[in-house]
């Protein structure tokens, strides 16, 4: 690793988690004292690795301005996008004057409170000297089906299907040029899948379990057992 390499965050945190039935979007709904996303961005920080941490936040989002992380001198506020996809382009936006193509960028989601820092640290030791970069992942062990109309049609071959989780690391000029060519593209469902239709080849890195998202109200109770074990 050189010094002129720079590692920066993105964290889209635009979405309002309609799946949560709640009176605000799930990145501000209260987990072990702290809202999601203050976990989150703390984990982030304490991780220690970047140069500053872009937060894509919605213009009408009125809970951010009151976070005490919000002030921290190494987040950026970026504008939030429609979709997932556009707020972490966003994220790229707002520090390309800062930033070079062949840093690297690990997107990271807003309702994944439970990341370790030691997770982090595994992910760019592990990819700090690849061309394009990867992702953190979870090799599955359930039976896989294939479904169409409740039916089901076939059974997948789980040695070849891997959970994505985040964050996802990439050099900053090839993640900024596959997001920008998969605009509007409803397929791209996260940072890997961008590269993908570029005709790249994302590495896998295994992840810890614990490392959930938060998208139903049960997964508040279980994030806030994983973050008491931890």
């Known amino acids: 690793m050189t010094n002129s390499i720079n590692f920066w965050a993105v964290v889209p945190a635009a979405g309002v988690g309609k799946r949560m039935n709640a009176d605000r979007p799930k990145q501000y709904l209260e987990l072990a004292g702290k809202t999601v996303i203050e976990h989150t961005l703390l984990r982030l920080l304490d991780a220690d690795a970047f140069t500053a941490i872009a937060v894509a936040i919605s213009a009408e989002d009125p809970y951010w301005p009151g976070l005490e992380v919000a002030a921290h001198k190494k987040i950026i506020i970026a504008p939030g996008g ?47 000297n690849d061309e394009v970069g990867g992702i953190l992942a979870l090799s599955s062990h359930d039976t896989l089906k294939n479904v169409q109309d409740n039916c089901i049609l076939g059974t997948l071959d789980r040695r070849h299907i891997w959970r994505a989780l985040t964050p996802q690391m990439f050099r900053y000029g090839l993640l900024k040029t596959a997001l920008e060519a998969a605009q509007g593209n409803p397929a791209i469902t996260d940072e890997a899948s961008a590269l993908e239709l570029q005709g790249l080849q994302p590495k896998i890195v295994e992840g810890r379990a614990d490392n959930i998202k938060i998208t139903s109200p049960q997964d508040l109770a279980l994030a806030q057992f994983y973050l008491e074990q931890q």
């Open 82 to 128: 429609k979709e997932r996809a556009d707020s972490v382009l966003s994220g790229l936006h707002s520090i390309r004057a800062i930033a070079s193509d062949n840093d690297w960028v690990l997107v990271h989601d807003a309702a994944r409170p439970c990341i370790t820092t030691a997770d982090i640290g595994h992910l760019i030791d592990s990819l700090v």
